[in-house]
């Protein structure tokens, strides 16, 4: 019975949650944003990140790859997660930190496969807004990538790599594409719309 209760309220914390999803990235986040988003966090402190982050992420499968657009208000979210797993709550220098961090970026954490252990490195990433293509800012690839499920099969590998875009006078309202390259050519694109991120 108790477990019934704690994942009815659970649905419902996260139901409230994601019907506010909709107004929007915001990369200033208001201190009820930071509320919302730590107990965002706090309630789904069971999950994995990407069920967690479901409504940031697009998913083309695995062995294919997958982006998620780290917003100021998700990556609360994720501090919140990861603090609460310990019984914990996020400190007021944690979230400046956090907030500090990426500011005025858009930051995208994307996980890719491969079939050598530094596959990562060859991929190269863009972001297309307005028309204009944009390079990344900053991009943080593993030296060495994970094994998979599948090893020694393919995928055998793969890693979590984040790429970082600065652009002026971004609308948080806008369109924006992130295509990661493979060596041999093939493109994925991840569309993503932020009028309806948070």
Not at 5 to 31: D, G, K, R, Y
């Amino acid at each position: 019975m108790r477990t019934a209760i704690t994942v009815l309220t659970f649905c419902l914390a996260l139901t409230i949650l994601f019907t506010s999803q909709a107004e929007s990235v915001q990369m200033n986040l208001s201190q009820e944003d930071i509320t919302e988003a730590i107990e965002y966090g706090h309630a789904g402190r069971e999950l994995s990140h990407p069920e967690l982050l479901r409504n940031w992420r697009i998913d083309h499968g695995y062995g294919v790859g997958s982006a998620t657009l780290v917003t100021p208000f998700a990556s609360i979210v994720v501090l919140a997660k990861e603090k609460a797993k310990r019984f914990l709550e996020p400190t007021e220098s944690e979230i400046k930190k956090t907030l500090e961090d990426n500011k005025n970026q858009l930051v995208f954490g994307c996980a890719l496969y491969g079939d050598t252990a530094w596959f990562a490195d060859k991929y190269r990433a863009y972001l297309i807004y307005k028309d204009k293509k944009y390079e990344p800012s900053e991009k943080e690839v593993p030296t060495d990538a994970s094994y998979t499920r599948s090893y020694p099969d393919s995928p055998r590998y793969w890693a979590l790599c984040f790429y970082k875009f600065k652009i002026a006078g971004l609308n948080p309202n806008a369109k924006v594409t992130l295509v990661l390259k493979k060596p041999d050519g093939q493109e994925l694109k991840f569309p993503f719309n932020m009028a309806k991120l948070r």
